[in-house]
């Protein structure tokens, strides 16, 4: 079993480490991603101090935050079918995955059922990869205008998946960038709040090029068991 412990040591020290790379006192927040990890690893994680997990499969945490007996902010991290938009709504603070109008719509519909303001990021595929989701940058305007005519969603920022490169050098140009996007629309914003980007194999270099939500799973809980 995994040292959960341990890891979760290890993780925070690399983000601070990379925060003073940055050279900036911008809190960033780990959301544990436990997909695919059973309930007991998560119970030991949020014991050792996690406040925030990430779920990429809406029934699968339905039925793990069943049995958690613990509170927690809770993240949809993966993308969302819009038949899962009402359950999702009653179960995750924040969803990250809104890549399109059709989802946003589903969102919307589904937090005004349930009585919610649903907060929610906008997922953009910088890299224009067909295997990820995610609004192209020249659309990325319009989406904000789609969802912010929504009365039941809160644009609260932008999250970004960057290709697993074999040198993850290589993202660090698309963190950049992605950063100075995010920037640049809070700026003219109010609760524009969270870049999430990074997860394990990238999650340092995501922090020093202004990630201030990372999602990391693997390098907590070790590899997954599928």
Same mark, same amino acid.
């Given at each position: 079993?995994?040292?959960? @412990?341990?890891?979760?040591?290890?993780?925070?020290?690399?983000?601070?480490?990379?925060?003073?790379?940055?050279?900036?006192?911008?809190?960033?927040?780990?959301?544990?991603?436990?997909?695919? !990890?059973?309930?007991?690893?998560?119970?030991?994680? $949020?014991?050792?101090?996690?406040?925030?997990?990430?779920?990429?499969?809406?029934?699968?945490?339905?039925?793990?935050? %069943?049995? &958690?007996?613990?509170?927690?902010? *809770? !993240?949809?991290?993966? !993308? /969302?079918?819009?038949?899962?938009?009402?359950? =999702?709504?009653?179960?995750?603070?924040?969803?990250?995955? @809104?890549?399109?109008?059709?989802? %946003?719509?589903?969102?919307?519909?589904?937090? &005004?059922?349930?009585?919610?303001?649903?907060?929610?990021?906008?997922? @953009?595929?910088?890299?224009?990869?067909?295997?990820?989701?995610?609004?192209?940058?020249?659309?990325?305007?319009?989406?904000?205008?789609?969802?912010? =005519?929504?009365? #039941?969603?809160?644009?609260?920022?932008?999250?970004? $998946?960057?290709?697993?490169?074999?040198?993850?050098? #290589?993202?660090?140009p698309l963190f950049r960038r992605m950063n100075e996007i995010f920037r640049a629309i809070q700026?003219?914003?109010?609760?524009?709040?969270? /870049?999430?980007?990074?997860?394990?194999?990238?999650? *340092?270099?995501?922090?020093?090029?202004?990630?201030?939500?990372?999602?990391?799973?693997?390098?907590?809980?070790?590899?997954?068991?599928?």
């Amino acid at each position: 079993m995994a040292d959960v @412990v341990g890891n979760l040591r290890v993780v925070l020290g690399e983000i601070e480490k990379a925060q003073r790379q940055r050279g900036t006192g911008e809190p960033v927040t780990l959301v544990a991603v436990t997909k695919n !990890h059973g309930v007991e690893l998560m119970r030991q994680a $949020i014991d050792a101090g996690v406040k925030q997990v990430g779920e990429n499969r809406v029934q699968e945490a339905a039925e793990k935050f %069943a049995e &958690l007996e613990r509170t927690v902010t *809770k !993240h949809l991290i993966g !993308h /969302l079918q819009t038949n899962k938009a009402k359950q =999702a709504v009653r179960l995750f603070d924040l969803i990250h995955s @809104v890549d399109g109008g059709h989802v %946003a719509a589903a969102l919307d519909k589904a937090a &005004l059922s349930v009585g919610k303001v649903q907060d929610v990021l906008i997922q @953009v595929n910088l890299a224009k990869e067909d295997s990820k989701s995610g609004v192209y940058e020249e659309n990325l305007p319009a989406l904000i205008e789609f969802v912010d =005519a929504l009365q #039941n969603l809160r644009l609260r920022g932008l999250m970004l $998946i960057a290709p697993n490169y074999s040198d993850v050098e #290589n993202c660090r140009p698309l963190f950049r960038r992605m950063n100075e996007i995010f920037r640049a629309i809070q700026s003219r914003r109010e609760n524009f709040d969270f /870049l999430s980007m990074g997860m394990t194999h990238d999650y *340092k270099i995501a922090v020093e090029e202004g990630a201030n939500v990372v999602r990391v799973g693997t390098a907590i809980f070790g590899e997954r068991i599928y």
